[in-house]
């Protein structure tokens, strides 16, 4: 592994607008602490960085729902937040907040840098403008109805209901969140950082410098730089947020993506005098543990402004994890579908490490997973409790009823190959961990850990000390065999306790109670040795590291809790009709609620049509010859597909759940009769046909065998 003098990892900055969940911790700060507790283990020089995001359009909208001051808002669900990540035992050196003064103070500085090194292109623009408040609105602060499904809330950039990606000029009817009135277009001014210009930099520094970056981010990157940077404003028409640095700049903030990744700096500057080591000196690994959907700003974004700025080092490295759902469906907090951290501790008291577990060993590291109840029951009771568990106490119980409650010691002359396998086994297991850690693969990681546990149970099983005890009447000598098994199972146990630590930091902290030592004895080094507790050593009575197993009852309750808590938002189911064959649905009237619907509707089911309709869409099958990122949306691609009669482009809003190189050569099935509809500027002529998972992720409708382009599908 490459070696560096300190560490500086960070965790991203949640929005203080409402409690932490699980995907939450899944996404970024479980394994973010897995990481650093491993490295701390190790002895390194690490901080540990996080803190709440407090500025933003979610802060202000919160704040407009609950009829509050935005600050009341930041204050509320900085301390929830900031306890629940304590309570799970996530171990930041600070979580700061950015409405400090040391942030805006820091944040305006930065701004104010690269304003005076004449770096920002000043443009002025026509932006939604509410005139009864006197405000501009960003996209989420305009309503209207979404042109594909009806519902009459839907925001500016995105429909809550169908998922649709928008734009304000989309929407039907729009009208402004905070007064209802029907917003104009006025003029603003603001500030753009060139993106471009650090576009040969980027692609150098990452797609030559980093292809070891996780497939996801490494993807997404190049994705992004393959199809152009475009400039990008780093200010907002806003009262709530970081003052732009400038004269004249009454009612305008800094965009809340160039504030918020500058937290992490202020922050270290509110935790030591030496921050600048861990910002601006090249020995330092700086690591960005996020989301996916925070890529583009922690390997883009905030990186050229860095360069920009000069002073400050860029990440070695951002392991960015896909998303977690929850019973089959996406975690929505409008909906209430979610496991939130302080009610699990309410529910489950004093066991942070039964959920630590399930979350790391079904991590989203390459994949969208799915959490559910049922799963987190066998995971604790088969995999935790049954050989964790079970191999630590067996090891206790039986060294105090053979051993009276000492560590016996390890006779060589009779050592077999099976007991010299299984304390080589400690090292190997060390290595193995120790690897996949520094690759961010912390799901495999703990496989290995619970594998060598595992491997524990067998050799126990296999020696059967309390068999031999039997015997121990007429040949004394056996005394020897049942040392050995548990003089190697009782140091086993202590290796297990170093390994599984960055893990699951309450159940180390249980066994070295049992055991009698102290906190150095988890440290790394020790880690693989074969003699941790020293023979004749006196050891607690037994005591189980876990619960009884998760029953039944307890997990139906919580399905239960989460059904009943989950609010299903009132929708409008739409009427439509068509203006001609092939062409868009135009929508005309939405007076139903979902409950006076059909339930043909409340299950998403089309109304019954007859065969003539069903003719009139022409379906064939095509080939992507080529496809590219669309400049300034985050969800479309263009695509060139063969239809073997001609070659058509098509625009299909799939870039979040595919990237460009890896559909190139698909076979699709396309309506090749819709009449054009222009994206982005670009003329689409055609819809490619998609299916779409309980999870949420996309896939192709194809052929199973490739069919010559133009065949027809019916």
């Given amino acids: 592994m490459t070696d560096f003098k300190r560490y500086l990892v960070t965790a991203a900055l949640p929005y203080a607008n409402g409690p932490v969940h699980i995907g939450h911790l899944a996404g970024c700060y479980l394994p973010a602490d897995i990481y650093v507790r491993y490295q701390r283990a190790r002895k390194q020089d690490i901080k540990f960085i996080c803190g709440s995001d407090e500025h933003g359009v979610p802060i202000t909208i919160r704040a407009m729902k609950e009829g509050v001051s935005p600050q009341e808002i930041v204050d509320k669900y900085h301390k929830l937040m900031g306890d629940s990540f304590r309570d799970m035992g996530i171990s930041f050196d600070i979580y700061s907040r950015t409405s400090n003064k040391i942030h805006h103070e820091t944040a305006s500085d930065f701004f104010k840098k690269l304003y005076d090194d004449g770096l920002f292109e000043e443009k002025e623009t026509e932006q939604y403008y509410d005139e009864k408040t006197n405000t501009f609105l960003a996209d989420r602060y305009i309503i209207g109805t979404c042109p594909v499904c009806g519902n009459e809330n839907a925001y500016g950039d995105q429909c809550e209901r169908c998922g649709s990606s928008l734009s304000p000029e989309q929407l039907i009817n729009p009208r402004s969140a905070l007064s209802d009135a029907?917003?104009?277009?006025?003029?603003?001014?603001?500030?753009?950082?060139?993106?471009?210009?650090?576009?040969?930099?980027?692609?150098?520094?990452?797609?030559?410098?980093?292809?070891?970056?996780?497939?996801?981010?490494?993807?997404?990157?190049?994705?992004?730089?393959?199809?152009?940077?475009?400039?990008?404003?780093?200010?907002?028409?806003?009262?709530?947020?970081?003052?732009?640095?400038?004269?004249?700049?009454?009612?305008k903030v800094l965009y809340v993506w160039f504030d918020a990744p500058i937290g992490y700096i202020s922050a270290t500057k509110e935790l030591t005098d030496k921050w600048a080591d861990y910002w601006q000196k090249s020995d330092t690994k700086l690591v960005h543990f996020i989301g996916k959907d925070n890529i583009v700003f922690h390997c883009i974004i905030f990186p050229a402004m860095l360069k920009a700025h000069g002073d400050f080092i860029v990440p070695d490295n951002v392991p960015a994890n896909e998303f977690l759902n929850l019973e089959g469906e996406k975690v929505s907090t409008s909906r209430n579908w979610a496991v939130w951290i302080d009610e699990y501790l309410k529910d489950f008291p004093d066991q942070q490490d039964l959920l630590r577990y399930v979350l790391c060993a079904n991590a989203p590291e390459t994949k969208d997973n799915d959490f559910t109840w049922k799963d987190f029951q066998t995971r604790v009771n088969s995999e935790l409790v049954d050989i964790f568990g079970n191999f630590e106490n067996r090891a206790f119980v039986l060294m105090h009823k053979l051993c009276g409650g000492k560590v016996p010691p390890l006779h060589a002359d009779i050592a077999d190959k099976e007991t010299e396998d299984l304390l080589a086994e400690f090292a190997a297991s060390k290595e193995r961990v120790e690897q996949l850690l520094e690759q961010y693969k912390f799901r495999d990681a703990l496989a290995e850990v619970i594998d060598l546990a595992r491997k524990g149970n067998k050799f126990m099983q296999n020696k059967e000390p309390w068999i031999v005890a039997r015997s121990l009447a007429t040949n004394p000598e056996n005394q020897k065999l049942i040392d050995n098994c548990l003089h190697v199972c009782l140091q086993l146990t202590a290796n297990l306790a170093i390994l599984i630590n960055p893990f699951l930091p309450f159940t180390a902290q249980k066994m070295i109670q049992k055991m009698k030592v102290v906190d150095k004895m988890l440290e790394w080094e020790n880690a693989g040795k074969t003699k941790l507790l020293s023979v004749g050593y006196s050891l607690r009575e037994p005591q189980l590291l876990f619960p009884k197993k998760i029953e039944e009852d307890q997990i139906q309750a919580q399905i239960e809790k989460l059904k009943a808590n989950s609010t299903k938002p009132t929708t409008t189911v739409a009427k439509v009709k068509y203006k001609k064959p092939g062409a868009e649905p135009a929508v005309i009237k939405g007076p139903e609620t979902v409950g006076e619907a059909k339930e043909s509707e409340i299950l998403n089911t089309k109304s019954e049509i007859v065969y003539d309709d069903f003719a009139k869409i022409d379906l064939k099958v095509g080939t992507i010859l080529a496809a590219e990122k669309v400049a300034k949306a985050d969800k479309l691609l263009k695509l060139e597909v063969d239809l073997g009669f001609e070659k058509r482009t098509i625009v299909s809003g799939i870039a979040l759940h595919f990237t460009p190189e890896e559909i190139v050569g698909k076979q699709v099935v396309v309506v090749t009769n819709l009449a054009p509809r222009k994206m982005k500027g670009i003329e689409s002529n055609g819809m490619i046909l998609m299916a779409e998972d309980k999870a949420g992720k996309l896939h192709f409708v194809n052929p199973d065998t490739k069919v010559d382009e133009g065949s027809g599908v019916s």
């Fill in 182 to 251: 029907v917003p104009i277009k006025k003029k603003t001014n603001h500030w753009y950082l060139p993106l471009q210009n650090y576009e040969p930099w980027l692609k150098e520094w990452i797609l030559e410098g980093h292809k070891e970056w996780k497939n996801n981010v490494y993807g997404q990157c190049k994705s992004w730089l393959e199809n152009g940077l475009q400039p990008r404003a780093m200010t907002r028409d806003s009262n709530w947020g970081v003052k732009v640095p400038l004269p004249n700049t009454e009612g």
